[in-house]
């Protein structure tokens, strides 16, 4: 079977960090990407992680551990853009993706 | 460079009808997925077609079905819409060749079905 998880939502405030968790199991798997997705827009690309580890890309960060089948995305100094829903989604080796339910993240001033 | 590009934004349907929804990929990808995203939901993943063919499907019933065209555009139609086919459609393309594993989204069409 396929299973993502994420939490649903999670409030932060703005110049901290958050870290949103995300846990999968699918019978394929070759890497996981984050996207942001703002309300009534398109999914846009985060990041990917194949190895295990973390890798860094500005203010954000993410996170894969392929033996524990866990990842997490790291915003760090928030602001109030980044209010947005932050998708999960394994690649199953570019077949297709199996995205998560999404975080809803809302940064208060 | 144009993007994913789809079409029409917003459509109004009413139950049992059909509907097509359309998409062009970005330059210099040849394969589409079709994903379905329910308000407050994740996407979820409806088929992909590559070469003319579809190559995936996930768990959508045959009222959904879909083309691929020699320039790689695609439709997605839907016989004998329900209510819960209400949802916000979204397109992504992707190369089969070279290093890029990411999959480019279209801005979507919005499906509501009364």
């Known amino acids: 079977g396929q299973n993502i998880d994420q939490p649903t939502e999670m409030t932060a405030t703005e110049g901290a960090i958050v870290q949103i968790n995300c846990t999968y199991q699918?019978?394929?798997?070759?890497?996981l990407f984050w996207y942001q997705q703002h309300a009534g827009e398109a999914p846009t690309f985060l990041s990917y992680?194949?190895?295990?580890g973390l890798e860094e890309k500005g203010r954000f960060s993410s996170f894969l551990s392929r033996s524990k089948g866990y990842s997490y995305l790291l915003l760090k100094e928030l602001q109030m853009k980044d209010s947005a829903s932050y998708l999960c989604?394994?690649?199953?080796?570019?077949?297709?993706?199996?995205f998560g339910p999404g975080t809803r993240l809302s940064v208060l001033p | 460079d144009a993007g994913v590009t789809q079409s029409p934004t917003h459509l109004i349907k009413t139950r049992g009808q059909q509907v097509t929804l359309r998409c062009s990929p970005k330059?210099?990808?040849?394969?589409v997925s079709w994903y379905q995203q329910a308000l407050g939901q994740g996407p979820q993943f409806i088929f992909q077609?590559?070469?003319?063919?579809?190559?995936q499907r996930g768990n959508f019933p045959d009222r959904f079905s879909g083309h691929q065209f020699p320039n790689y555009s695609s439709e997605l139609n839907v016989n004998a819409l329900l209510l819960g086919d209400s949802a916000l459609y979204l397109c992504?393309?992707?190369?089969?060749?070279?290093?890029?594993?990411?999959?480019?989204f279209g801005p979507g069409t919005r499906l509501t079905v009364t």
């Open positions: 992504a393309s992707s190369p089969t060749q070279g290093t890029e594993y990411e999959q480019y």
């Open positions: 699918t019978s394929g798997f070759n890497g």
């Open positions: 992680n194949v190895l295990d």
């Open positions: 989604a394994a690649d199953n080796y570019g077949q297709n993706f199996v």
């Open positions: 330059s210099g990808h040849d394969t």
């Open positions: 077609y590559y070469e003319e063919e579809e190559r």
